[in-house]
């Protein structure tokens, strides 16, 4: 399991392949800005992932679909030609 800026990170694969964020306590929706968290639903920002909030037994999970996508640390890997 991996850590991103304290938040949990897992990779789903269920109808596509998703990274989902979440706090090790649980993300609960009173610690989150609700302006945040609009602006982020709200703004597509071309060439980034956008986000989809969605809330499971009082816990907030934020998913980004990766599908389609690779790795940053396998394209540091991969030589260039």
């Known amino acids: 399991m991996q850590r991103l800026y304290g938040l949990q990170v ?3 694969n269920q109808h596509g392949h998703f990274m989902v964020l ?3 306590e649980g993300l609960k929706r009173e610690g989150l800005s ?3 968290i609009q602006m982020l639903s709200a703004n597509k920002i071309p060439k980034l992932l956008e986000p989809q909030v969605e809330e ?3 816990e907030t999970l934020l998913f ?3 599908t389609g996508k690779r790795m940053l640390t396998h394209r540091s890997r991969v030589p260039r030609s």
Do not use: E, R, V
Request: proline residues 7%.
């Open 10 to 12: 897992d990779f789903l």
């Open 34 to 36: 609700s302006f945040q």
């Open 22 to 24: 979440s706090a090790p």
């Open 64 to 66: 980004y679909n990766i």
């Open 56 to 58: 499971k037994d009082g």
